[in-house]
């Protein structure tokens, strides 16, 4: 009992962050599955919703800190909003000049501005305490439960282990349900936004862009509005995971944390398809915590351990692209409100 | 210090920087122009380069060859040999990883080997990462003293002075080759039309084999050179040069390797002289600016033809 009790736990702690990943991939869906904007500069875009949403909803400064800025303690869900709605506006900052660049130069466009905000996550202490990270964020609802969790414990002493760390870890499956739930959310709009007209345009865009103009869209306007949505549901994906784990600092948004990993991910699931960015989020999340168990197994640890874990996420993305470029879904070839998967068109 | 000698003393720094990152932009241009696709692993090809030198040093320092210092510079011969070797070897790796996983995609179009190639700069650097761990590791510990340059008042290294000239030898080198062989006379061929190369009876496969090992021997080169001027390399640091790198061959015009060259010193330059104004942390940011710039008002870039 104790044993699958420690399984259990360990299933929600796992499915928090593949639930994470999975709006990422969501956001990326959005962005490169449907309207064909290349962007490996995910990572930004996560780093400045997490960011927001700790200043926004997180301690003031303590005494201790370099930051002299942020800590309004407003309610989470001020956070998260807030968090949304900074990254998009970013993105559409960032958007004017480079989305008329050609998809390539987009892709180094976009590493470009996430390594500048990198950049800015490290050296601007007055706004992010540098190296030290933002710490003590609180997590929604954590007080009540937590209390609730405290009182039980102490008048049931006598509850066996396995009960006592069930309960322990009532936090998590809370705030695994949150995750469920936003993700859940995201995936329902998106999906009615792509079997809408609009939906339709943006992958006319990413087939033919000339195409599209001369039938009178605006081209520019359409992608504007896919890279801002995207950015926005990753700046959701950075507040979950902010108010999750309680610190963040610039270590937490690394290229392949915050980038690559999401890309193996929306491409094992199949480009173009939301279903799939959220099997493959779980899927390569699984292969990432599968590595670790073999790499302890064979007691490697540390740096070269995550080296060699890296290593096998690379050379997996490289097997799908030469062997099943569509991924594992694959895009759905009718996307429409009104005509069903079998209809000819 | 007076400013003026102070931002003379940068734009020694900025001719370094820009000879390493041109022999980085060259090969990236080179393969985007003959390959249609931009290539991320470039970066950490540059660090393979110089961990492969470090590799042939540690060998022959078991190999007791003599290591006295070659008179300036603060290295001797095994270094000189481990980087011949090292540009061999990148450049043997580069076609093998060709053959092994870009060549199978060459049909999907650009997208999809700008993907792969994410996916091999990964692997690249996390290999070198497995295998030397994350810690800095010495070409040199000696520490040199700088030498004063009559009448301009700036201080320049011996071994920097050997960067820059190996920088410049290698640049004629393929300025030549490009000009005078038949191979470089068909590269020039396949980077301007690929068809037309094809059916004028150019052996394609032949040209991206030596695309792949020129671009990437002179990579590792650069590499190398990074490593002579900083005396240590990290497994990250490639990575950390391909915005530099990247910009270099926008601002010059994908596809021309003269245009690299020029876009190298301008970006190596900027990057540095930007530093009597601005925190040394942003000078990527500098790089990236003048990177947008450039795509925004002219994306072929300085030397680029349309």
């Known amino acids: 009992m104790d044993t699958l009790i420690g399984i259990l736990n360990y299933a929600v702690f796992f499915a928090i962050t593949a639930g994470i990943f999975a709006i990422l991939s969501l956001g990326l869906n959005i962005q490169w599955g449907y309207t064909g904007l290349f962007n490996i500069g995910i990572a930004g875009f996560y780093a400045i919703g997490a960011y927001t949403s700790a200043l926004i909803s997180g301690p003031p400064p303590g005494p201790m800190d370099w930051r002299t800025f942020g800590g309004f303690q407003l309610p989470w869900i001020v956070g998260f909003i807030s968090a949304a709605l900074v990254s998009g506006f970013i993105a559409f900052l960032i958007a004017i000049p480079t989305l008329r660049l050609k998809e390539d130069y987009l892709a180094i466009a976009t590493i470009g501005i996430a390594e500048v905000i990198r950049l800015v996550l490290k050296n601007e202490n007055w706004l992010t305490n540098s190296v030290w990270g933002i710490k003590h964020i609180p997590s929604p609802l954590s007080t009540p439960i937590e209390n609730w969790v405290q009182h039980f414990l102490d008048t049931n002493p006598q509850a066996p282990f396995w009960l006592q760390s069930l309960v322990s870890n009532i936090y998590n499956w809370f705030y695994l349900g949150l995750v469920i739930l936003i993700m859940g959310l995201i995936y329902w709009t998106i999906e009615r936004m792509i079997r809408s007209p609009w939906g339709r345009v943006l992958r006319a865009i990413r087939e033919d862009e000339v195409a599209t103009g001369t039938a009178g869209k605006n081209v520019f306007w359409f992608k504007m509005q896919s890279f801002v949505l995207g950015a926005m549901v990753m700046g959701m994906a950075g507040s979950l995971y902010a108010h999750y784990a309680r610190f963040i600092d610039a270590s937490s948004f690394e290229p392949f944390f915050g980038t690559f990993l999401i890309w193996v991910m929306l491409i094992t699931g199949g480009s173009g398809n939301n279903l799939g960015a959220i099997i493959g989020a779980f899927l390569i999340w699984g292969v990432w915590a599968g590595t670790e168990f073999l790499t302890s197994q064979w007691g490697l640890s540390g740096v070269r351990a995550a080296s060699l874990r890296i290593m096998c996420v690379g050379v997996i993305l490289e097997f799908i692209l030469v062997l099943r470029p569509r991924g594992i879904l694959g895009e759905e070839k009718v996307v429409s409100a009104i005509l069903r998967k079998g209809d000819k068109v | ?306």
């Open chain 2, 1 to 306: 210090m007076d400013i003026a000698s102070r931002i003379s003393q940068l734009v020694i720094y900025g001719i370094i920087s820009g000879s390493i990152i041109t022999l980085g932009a060259i090969g990236l241009s080179l393969t985007y122009g003959i390959l249609k696709f931009a290539n991320f692993a470039h970066g950490d090809v540059m660090s393979l380069g110089a961990f492969v030198a470090l590799f042939f040093l540690a060998i022959f320092r078991l190999a007791n060859l003599p290591t006295q210092p070659l008179y300036p510079l603060s290295f001797g011969l095994p270094l000189i040999l481990a980087f011949i070797l090292g540009m061999i070897t990148t450049g043997v790796v580069a076609i093998v990883i060709d053959k092994i996983l870009y060549r199978r995609l060459r049909t999907t179009g650009s997208v999809t080997l700008l993907i792969a190639s994410v996916g091999v700069s990964f692997v690249l650097r996390n290999f070198i990462q497995f295998v030397w761990g994350p810690q800095p590791r010495y070409y040199i510990k000696k520490i040199q003293i700088t030498e004063r340059i009559p009448f301009l008042g700036v201080r320049i290294k011996p071994d920097e002075v050997f960067i820059i000239c190996v920088a410049i030898f290698l640049v004629i080198f393929l300025h030549l080759f490009l000009k005078n062989t038949k191979m470089g006379k068909a590269m020039r061929a396949t980077s301007d039309n690929m068809d037309l190369a094809r059916v004028s009876g150019i052996d394609t496969e032949s040209v991206i084999n030596w695309t792949w090992a020129i671009g990437s021997a002179l990579a590792a080169a650069g590499g190398i050179l990074a490593g002579i001027e900083n005396k240590f390399i990290t497994p990250n640091f490639g990575w950390d040069m391909l915005l530099f790198i990247f910009a270099a061959v926008v601002l010059g015009g994908v596809g021309s390797p003269y245009g690299a060259i020029l876009g190298g010193m301008i970006i190596g330059l900027s990057g540095e002289v930007s530093t009597a104004f601005i925190s040394t942390s942003y000078k990527p940011a500098v790089a990236f600016i003048i990177m947008i710039v450039m795509l925004l008002n002219r994306p072929r870039g300085i030397l680029g033809e349309k």
